[in-house]
Structures are given as C-alpha cells and as structure tokens.
C-alpha cells in the first residue's frame, strides 16, 4: 500500500489545513460541552447533596435518563426532535420559517447533558470524600456556609476529582465524534469526507485518529500537571 | 458576680432513644480551668460539642459571654444559627483527631479563621501566627504540610489555631486519646502552660493525674448527668459519690 502523502500537506491537493481546522473544530466543541456538563453537574450534585426532596428527585431523573440513553439518540433527539421543537414554538409564536437548528448548537447541548449527568456523579463522591472533621472544625471557627464551601470543601473535594474529571474530558472528546452525524464539520466528520472523495480511507481515518490522540495526550498532560499541583500536602513523602 | 464566660442550663441531648444529657448545668467563671471526667459514655464529649453547637442540645440554654442560645426540639433558628456564629468565633476548640485541613500549610490553618472569618489584617495573622507556633514549640515547622507531621504536632497545630481567634474560652475534646502515648506529654505540657496563664479551659480527658493537676475544679458526668463538682482534690483524693470513688480509684489503680 502507498500512502500519497501529498494528500495530507498544505499543497493545492493537500487536505492539511482542513484537518487542522476540523481538529480545531472537535476541541471547541469539547471544550463547550465539558463546560456545559462541569456547570449542569455542579449543580446536579448540589441538589443531590442539598436540595429539597424534589429537587433531589429531578437531579436523580436527570442522571438516570441520561446516563441510560445512548448518546447517539441524544444527538438524534436534540438535532432533528430539537428542530421540530423549535419549528413548532416559532410557528405558534408567528415567526416565519425554515427554522433551524445548528449541529453545533444541538451537539453541544446533547453532549453536555450526557456529561453533567456523569459529571455529576463525581463531584458528589468527591464531596462525600471530604473528612468530616475538617468541615467541623470549619464550622467551629464560624465559618459560614459559603466560606466553608470555598475554604474548605472545593478545595479538598476538587483534588480528589481531577483524576475522575480528566476521564470525563476525554470521553468528551470522543463523543464529539458521533456529532459529525448532524453534518457538523468536526475531525469525524472532516475525514470521512476526505477519505470518501480520494478513496484513501485507511489514510485518513489514520490521520483522524492522530488528530484524537493528539488532543487527548495533551489533555492528558494538562490534567496531570493540575493534579500534581493540587496534591500539595496530601501525599506522604517530599513536600 | 460578672458574667460568666460559659453558663450552660438544663441541657438535654438525646440521640434517638438514647439520652445523652439528661439536665447539665455548669458555669465557667473567666480563668477557671475545668477538667471533666467519666466513663465513655458519660456525655462529656457530647455536652463539650453541645456549647459551639455542633450538636444542636434539645433543650436548655448555652450562654458564652452576653451571647445565649436557647434551642427549642434540637433545632436553631434562624436568629440562633447567627449567634451560635458568634459563639463559635469567641471560642477555641480542639479536636481529638486535631482535624488541621490537609490542604493548608501550618502557617495557613493558624490564620485561616483570623483572615476569612473575622476579617483581620493578613500581616498582623501572619505575626501572630508564628508566635504561636513559636509558643507551641514548631516555629520550624511553619511551611509544614499536616501529614507530614507527628499526631502530638498536629494536635500543637490545632492549638495554636484555636488561639489564633482570640478566644475568651478554650474547649479541649479529649485531646490527647489519639496520641501514641509517647506524644502525649508534649501536648499536656501546651495546655499546662495555656492553664498557668490564666486562660479559661474545659478539658474533657481521661489523663487523671493531669486533670487533678491543672484544673481549678473537676466535673465527674455518669449517664448524661453531673455527679460530682468541686476543687479536684476533693473530687480526686475524697468524693461525696460512689461511683465517682469507683471510677476514679480504678483508672489510678489501673496507671500504677
């Protein structure tokens, strides 16, 4: 097998920089859904913890939907249902149509749904990881509840979240790929385009993946630094 | 009489079915340093908790200074959760599991409160702070992480971050149970010195010989009510109750 590597360069021929932006693409659209997910999950986990019965039954609703739903239905469901939503309220309200719905809009929503439900899951266990003692003794010097939570709860509770968080960004990432099913030109879906017109499929396929894994051991690398930084006093050894 | 620095009335605590205090009363004049003593089980540790509110009592009354909180059904309202605050800020506590937090340095958990909660000047906390820890013998161990600390470090820690507030009184939670016994003694000689100045003290513990030693009256709890009260020779060498007699003869029998 010869691989043109023509065809990934920046010449006439080339489909580098449409890769480039595509992987660009993939990292913005990531980047929105964690931050949907980190703020959909904060306070999924806050009702959990401290909401009023009803409160704690929709935050419960909320995770056991979506995290029993295959997330391609999801997309589906925001996409297509999403417009028909849309449609539907603008028609009542007497706007004009087509109405419309973008991939990147719906895919955003659908992925960052998904992740705050898992997010969720992991800030309450970091919550409930906190030393009660600790709390007590917050609360003994009278502090209030708000100084407790910055002073003394997220800071430890955010430490032992990183690890699980730096999971739950990287199956971000690799969600966005089902994005590319609402026509969204991210890595995905940037590739099998290109493999499609220059029938170079093992290629390109094999040059998303390398987009992916690029991102993803960056990330890595990210993550990890932020966990070494907020270990400080918490392991055995040298300070 | 000036007002006292703990007046404590009538409290009861009971967790679920079972009665913890069962009516205490007891009033800590400034400078009294008083020992309470019993078996586990007693109540001491709860009634200790009982006077910032970390348990809410059911009934009775917790003054500190000219600050009173009369909870009603183990609940605070919205008034007392404001003044149980106060409370807290005029008080010093200290754990038995000295609970320092992991993610602080030292110098960090003994200016913590002074900076966030009453909102004093970081240069003169920092000042402070280190004199304390200067005074509780670990002015090296300023930069320190917690865990990497010994327990009877820790717990001189938590002591010098109790004092950081300035408080008018200082509760001690049976502050030397976790120690390895080795450690003991450096924690027992703090408090010896915080007593020789005068301070205001209510120590629950199980160390007998000090307890008769540095405090100015001793309190023997049985089954969540007081037995015995009085000058810690009298409590020790010649009490009225016997089951105070027998508590008390049998942990010195059981140290000799």
Not at chain 2, 145 to 164: K, M, N, T
Request: glycine content about 12%; hydrophobic content about 45%; proline content about 4%.
């Amino acid at each position: 097998m010869d691989f043109d590597w023509a065809l990934l360069g920046f010449g006439p021929e080339g489909w580098g920089m449409v890769l480039i932006r595509a992987g660009g693409m993939t990292l913005v659209v990531s980047i929105c859904a964690f931050m949907l997910g980190l703020v959909l999950g904060t306070l999924c986990a806050w009702a959990r913890i401290a909401g009023s019965r009803w409160v704690q039954r929709l935050a419960i609703g909320y995770t056991v939907v979506l995290r029993g739903v295959p997330d391609l239905l999801v997309i589906y469901l925001f996409y297509f249902g999403g417009r028909q939503v849309v449609a539907a309220v603008g028609t009542a309200l007497g706007f004009e149509g087509p109405f419309d719905i973008s991939g990147f809009v719906a895919g955003v929503l659908a992925i960052g749904l998904i992740s705050g439900a898992a997010q969720s899951e992991v800030l309450r266990g970091a919550y409930y990881a906190v030393p009660t003692g600790t709390i007590e003794a917050g609360r003994v010097v009278g502090m209030g509840r708000l100084t407790l939570f910055r002073r003394v709860i997220a800071p430890q509770a955010l430490t032992t979240a990183i690890p699980a968080m730096g999971n739950q960004w990287q199956s971000v990432i690799k969600e966005t790929a089902l994005i590319s099913v609402t026509g969204l030109v991210e890595t995905m879906r940037q590739v099998s385009i290109a493999a499609g017109s220059t029938q170079e499929h093992f290629m390109f396929y094999l040059a998303g993946a390398v987009i992916f894994l690029i991102i993803t051991s960056l990330s890595d690398i990210v993550f990890r630094i932020a966990e070494r930084r907020s270990l400080r006093g918490h392991q055995q050894g040298h300070a | 009489m000036s007002i006292p620095a703990i007046a404590v009335t009538g409290l009861h605590k009971s967790f679920g079915a079972n009665a913890v205090l069962r009516g205490i009363d007891l009033k800590a004049q400034d400078g009294d340093v008083i020992s309470l003593i019993g078996a586990s089980g007693s109540g001491k540790s709860t009634f200790l908790r009982c006077i910032p509110m970390l348990e809410v009592p059911d009934s009775g009354i917790v003054a500190v200074g000219e600050h009173v909180i009369e909870p009603r059904g183990g609940i605070l309202s919205r008034r007392d959760k404001v003044t149980a605050r106060t409370i807290r800020s005029e008080l010093g506590f200290v754990f038995q599991g000295f609970n320092l937090w992991p993610h602080r340095t030292v110098l960090e958990n003994v200016i913590e409160a002074p900076i966030h909660v009453q909102g004093r000047p970081r240069a003169e906390c920092v000042e402070e702070a280190e004199a304390l820890l200067d005074k509780v013998g670990l002015s090296d161990k300023r930069d320190a992480w917690p865990v990497h600390l010994s327990g009877g470090q820790q717990q001189r820690v938590a002591i010098a971050r109790a004092l950081a507030q300035h408080p008018r009184a200082l509760l001690f939670d049976e502050p030397t149970s976790a120690l390895d016994p080795e450690l003991v003694g450096e924690v027992l000689k703090v408090i010896r010195s915080l007593a020789e100045e005068g301070r205001t003290m209510l120590i629950v513990t199980h160390e007998m010989g000090f307890a008769r030693e540095v405090s100015s009256r001793t309190v023997f709890l049985h089954q969540g009510l007081i037995e015995e009260d009085g000058h810690p020779d009298q409590v020790f060498g010649n009490p009225v109750s016997d089951r105070c007699r027998a508590f008390v003869s049998g942990h010195f029998q059981r140290n000799r």
